[in-house]
């Protein structure tokens, strides 16, 4: 088996993750480019240059990550990273940002949309988790990072200065859970070789906020690249940006 560290990350053809990708390429890190649609990842792997390989990775079918896994372990025969970076903020992908948001408070959302986005954002990151943690308990270092957002800080939320609050719906919600699940597999990895922690990229320009945001995918990637990379030192079962601590 190779020593050079393995990262998968999905979601990884556009945005945040794409960003994250070439960073740890850029780190030395081999990066399998986790994407729906299996031409667009070899498209984001052949811009991001060596070290990065495409693989079809649908988060929300189980025999897509379930082929994933069985390919991962014998094309590269390890992972160590394993960055949760794919997710949706509205069923609808082409829906306006202003409608989107009106329509994603809890008081309007059709269920069906509310389960959508909950399928990548939640139950996703519970399914691609728990079929890689094979690979990753056999890392001498294993890494978990979960993409998460202060936007689903209940303790922000509740704050009646936060001008959030009015956003405050289903994606909301589906990363506040997702934050619990990060901690929920970290609580049940401690006292292994594996970290689990959450990070959060601020309100980054990408096509998740129909590019309203006001950092761009360099800054936002720091803290996930940043927590895919810490030693044996650091911490597990956090939720933290680039300044510090973020309130759960």
């Not at 988790?129 to 979960?146: D, F, K, N, S």
């Not at 289903?170 to 934050?179: M, P």
Request: glycine fraction near 10%; charged fraction near 20%.
């Amino acid at each position: 088996m190779s020593d050079e560290r393995i990262a998968l990350v999905t979601g990884a053809t556009q945005g945040i993750g794409l960003q994250i990708a070439k960073d740890l390429v850029a780190k030395g890190l081999t990066v399998i480019v986790g994407a729906r649609d299996l031409e667009k990842g070899e498209k984001a792997a052949q811009d991001i240059g060596a070290g990065a390989h495409a693989i079809q990775l649908d988060v929300t079918d189980e025999a897509s990550i379930a082929r994933a896994a069985a390919l991962i372990r014998t094309r590269f025969g390890r992972l160590d990273i394993l960055m949760n970076n794919a997710g949706i903020s509205r069923a609808k992908p082409n829906q306006d940002f202003a409608e989107a948001v009106r329509t994603n408070l809890l008081t309007d959302a059709p269920l069906a949309d509310i389960r959508t986005v909950f399928e990548t954002n939640v139950f996703g990151v519970i399914a691609v988790t728990q079929a890689m943690l094979p690979l990753l308990r056999e890392a001498p270092a294993g890494r978990i990072v979960i993409t998460g957002s202060s936007g689903a800080s209940l303790t922000l939320n509740s704050d009646s200065a936060n001008d959030h609050r009015r956003m405050f719906g289903n994606y909301s919600v589906s990363k506040a859970a997702a934050h619990a699940v990060m901690l929920a597999f970290a609580l049940a990895l401690e006292g292994t070789n594996i970290k689990v922690n959450a990070a959060c990229p601020g309100f980054t320009s990408t096509a998740l906020n129909n590019f309203n945001g006001t950092r761009s995918v360099e800054e936002g990637a720091r803290e996930p690249v940043r927590l895919a990379l810490i030693g044996d030192d650091g911490p597990t079962g956090t939720f933290s940006d680039e300044n510090g601590t973020v309130p759960w």
